[in-house]
Structures are given as C-alpha cells and as structure tokens.
Nanobody
Framework: QVQLVESGGGLVQAGGSLRLSCAASESIFNFYAMGWYRQAPGEQRELVAFITTGGTTLYADSAKGRFTISRDTAKNTVYLRMNSLKPEDTADYYC?????????WGQGTQVTVSS
C-alpha cells in the first residue's frame, strides 16, 4: 500500500518561508506525477504544483515565482519550498501521487501564515 507522509508545516509570519516534505513508501519513479495540493477552510482542494517522472513541473498561478517543487529520488521524497508566504497561503497541504488512473494522498500538513 502506498504511503505518503508529509512534514514541514507550521506557523510562519507573512513574508517567511517553509519547506514541505513528502516521503513516499516506494520509488517516486513508480508514479506518473507527484504534487502538492492545498485546502483552506471552506474551500475546495486546489493544485499548487506537481512534477512528473520526467521532471516537468507545473505551478498554479498563485504559486508561480514563490514556490518551488523538487525531488530527491534517492530519498523518495518530494519537496515544496514556499517563499514570500502570504496569509492567503494558509491551508492544509496534501501530497499527491498518481499512477494508472489512481490517486494517492498523504494525511496533510497544516500551514498557517500570520499577517
């Protein structure tokens, strides 16, 4: 069974930075893509960024220029570096992995940005 374990969330002031980590229980090359989604209270879950097996990345407009998704294949870990954080970035952040039409999710890590 695929396990995705997120870490790195927390409370940060506006303008600060955080790095989220998502450790997979198997090789990240087993997935077509891995990414990060977020869900704010009362809102739908939305894509933040993803990276494909080939290394192609895609970012939501809200993340462009501030967030960077990367991976360490030796550690089976995907990261999300978030800079210049804003209060509107406050949400639960979820790691996602996809293959063969199936999506796997982590348990989420909370990010709170204070103004």
């Amino acid at each position: 069974q695929v396990q995705l374990v997120e870490s790195g969330g927390g409370l940060v002031q506006a303008g600060g930075s955080l790095r989220l980590s998502c450790a997979a229980s198997e090789s990240i090359f087993n997935f077509y893509a891995m990414g990060w989604y977020r869900q704010a209270p009362g809102e739908q879950r939305e894509l933040v960024a993803f990276i494909t097996t080939g290394g192609t990345t895609l970012y939501a407009d809200s993340a462009k220029g501030r967030f960077t998704i990367s991976r360490d294949t030796a550690k089976n870990t995907v990261y999300l570096r978030m800079n210049s954080l804003k209060p509107e970035d406050t949400a639960d952040y979820y790691c996602n992995a996809e293959r063969a039409g199936l999506a796997y999710w982590g348990q989420g890590t909370q990010v709170t940005v204070s103004s």
